[in-house]
C-alpha cells in the first residue's frame, strides 16, 4: 500500500498586505522588556461590580440560550430611549437597532452589507486598522481622504473631491481614534450637506462617544436628520462600561438599512452573548454610569496630559477618546515606530505610531499613548517619562 504525502494546499490570500499588526508587535516588546503597555487600547482596571452581578443574576435566572437574532428586547428598547434622551431621534427598538458582538463585527457587516465589488468607500486619515481590511474584503475600493495634518480636523474639500459616482459609502469616526479630535456641530452639518444630494451611505463609528471632554457635547450623526437617514451609527458598551472583552455593542440605523445589515449578521455571528445583553439592558435603566464618564476620564486625561507636559514631549489637543498624542520631535529624529521600540526598550513605555495609522506610513513625529489606566499605572509611566 502506498502513502499519499500529506500537502497543505495553497490559497490566494484575501488581504494580502495584512501581516502582524504593531499593536500585537509593541504588545510583545513591552512585555519583553517590562515596559508600562500604554499602547494597549483597553482599561486595566475593573467594571462596576454591579454589571457583573447582573450579568451573573442573568445567568442564574436562566438567561443562556439563543436570544432573538437583532438582541434581546428589553436592550434594544432601553438603547432606543438611550439614543433619543441623548441626541434627539427616536429609533424602533424593534426594527432599526441590532446588538452587535462589539464595534468591529458591527463595522465589518455594515460594510458587507452594501459594498459590492468596484464600489469606493472613504476612508479618513488617519484611520483605525479594521475599515480598509473591511473594505477590501468585500472588493470593494479603499479611498483615502487625509484629515488635516497636525490638527486632524476634516478637509471638505479633499473630501468632496474623493467622491465619484462609484462612492458607496464614507467611514467616519468620532470621537477619533488615534489622534483624540472630535467633530462640531458645524462641521458635522457641513457633511450633512456634502452628502445631500448623493446616495452614499455613512458608517458612523461613534464608541468613545461618552468620552468628550471641557463641557462639550459628542455631535452624534444620529442627531442630524440628513445623515442619521442615511447612517449606520455605531455604539460599544465594551468601551462605555470598561468592558472591552465582552465584545458586545450596537448599531442603528433607518429600518430599510438594518434590513440588509440584518441579513448579513444572522449569518456572520447571528446573535451575541445572551446574559450580558440582559445584564445591559437592566444596569442601562440607570443613566449615570454612562453620563458619568466624561468627568471620569478628564480628570486621568489631565492628570496625565500634566505629566506629559513636564517632559521634553509635546502633548497635543485631546478632546475626546482615551487617546493622547504627544510630537516626541524635540527628543529624536527616529521615525515614528522606530521611536515607539526606543522608548520601550531604553525608557519603559509603550506607545504606538501614528504612521500605523496611515496607508504607506506617513510620518508627523508623533505618537498615540492610552490614559485608560489606573492612576499609579499613569504615574509610572510619567515617572519613566520624565527621564527622556
Known sequence: MSIIPA??????????????????VMSALASEHGAVNLGQGFPD????????????AAMRAGHNQYPPM?????????????????????????????????????????VLCCVHPGDEVIVLEPCYDSYAPSIELCGGVVVRAPLVPGSFRPDFARIAAAITPR??????NSPHNPTATVWTRQEMQALEALLAPTDILLISDEVYEHMVFDGEPHVSASSLPGLAARAFVIS??????????????????????????RKVHQFNVFTVNTPMQHGLARYLVDPEPYRALPAFYQRKRDLFREGV?????????????????VDYRAVSRLG????????????????????????????????????????????QALERLARI
Open 70 to 110: 437583532p438582541g434581546v428586547p428589553a436592550l434594544r428598547q432601553v438603547v432606543t430611549q438611550k439614543i433619543e434622551a441623548l441626541y434627539g431621534r427616536r429609533y424602533d427598538a424593534d426594527t432599526e437597532i441590532t446588538v452587535t458582538a462589539g464595534a468591529t463585527q458591527a463595522i465589518l457587516t455594515a
Open 236 to 261: 460599544s458598551f465594551g468601551k462605555t462600561f470598561h468592558v472591552t472583552g465582552w465584545k458586545v455593542g450596537t448599531v442603528a440605523a433607518p429600518a430599510p438599512l438594518m434590513a440588509e445589515f
Open 167 to 172: 462612492t458607496r459609502a464614507l467611514m467616519l
Open 309 to 325: 507636559a513636564r517632559t521634553r514631549l509635546v502633548p497635543l489637543n485631546t478632546q475626546g477618546s482615551y487617546f493622547q498624542c
Open 7 to 24: 500537502r497543505t494546499p495553497t490559497i490566494a490570500s484575501r488581504l494580502p498586505q495584512v501581516g502582524t499588526t504593531i499593536f500585537s
Open 45 to 56: 482596571f475593573d467594571c462596576d461590580p454591579n454589571l457583573v452581578e447582573q450579568v451573573a
Open 336 to 379: 515614528e515606530a522606530d521611536f515607539c521600540r526606543w522608548l520601550t526598550r531604553e525608557i519603559g513605555v509603550a506607545a504606538i505610531p501614528l504612521s500605523a495609522f496611515y496607508d504607506g506610513g506617513f510620518e508627523q513625529g508623533i505618537v498615540r499613548l492610552c490614559f485608560a489606566k489606573q492612576d499609579q499605572t499613569l504615574q
